[in-house]
């Protein structure tokens, strides 16, 4: 299939309506479950960025506009730029009412429609997971050139370092193990990273590494372009807020939960009764409504989804 060549029309197909724009973003089946999972987003986008009401702010990959709507109205501006002509689409609708908005379609593994040095800081969330390493590496590069000096990014990518990111990139391999070796793999397949290569990664595209945190199944890093800003200052700022950034281990119990649905370790039943008490953490009603989500799609499998 020619979408399996192509990241645009692999996405474009993905998102040939607005439903499959939503579940091809982060599996959110509607637009309750996306403004849960991206306020929570665009909380660790905030503190690691530490962003200012002047910012200029830029998000790779924006999809739907997911994370940007919550983080538009925070800063002086905000430009989604996605290589979906389709996912722009349903974004620019999301975010009408934003007036400091703007939208760029990408056409290859560049930020070439940018200026140099025309943003304070950019983020980039579940975005690289879906790219062969040459294109991770060249978006790394051109994010330097389109950030200011001491310009700060964030960013993460799956950690295979971690047991239930394993856990997760075993789904992957399993599907190979009999393949066709002469087609090819789907090219916005997901990918997965160690806290080593990213550092590296970060280092030869010209960033100072600010924080890493890689307890979780994601590797998440702030990078600072190099050539200006305080790079010790943003190091003790960071690391202060760290505990907010980082995925909690609360998530990672519950994603390792869904892997275990996923798998079948478990009832679909018995993980709902999981997401019953919201006193956990604020991360029980966001997997509720993303698990419920799921469910529906795969009930012929699991059953009818509870109500």
Known sequence: MESQKNYKNFWNEKAST?????????GSTNEETARLTGRYSARQVSLALDLQPGDRVLELGCGVGRIGREIAPRVAHWEGCDISSNMLGVARQRLAGLPNTGFTELHRSSLQPLADASFDKAYCVAVFIHMDKEDFYLYLE????????????????????????WRRYALEINQYRTADPAQRKDVARNQFSSPEEVRVMLDRAGFDLVLELADSPWVQAIGMRRGGGDLVARRAQAQRDAARIAYTPLWTELFDGLLDVVTGKCEPSSMWKVLADDARGEEIPMFRAWYHGLWKVNENAWGPAPN
């Open 18 to 26: 607005p439903t499959g724009a939503f579940i091809a973003v982060d």
């Open 142 to 165: 051109d994010m330097a050139r389109v950030l200011k000096p001491g310009g700060l990014f964030y960013f993460d990518v799956w950690n295979m370092a971690s047991a239930v990111g």
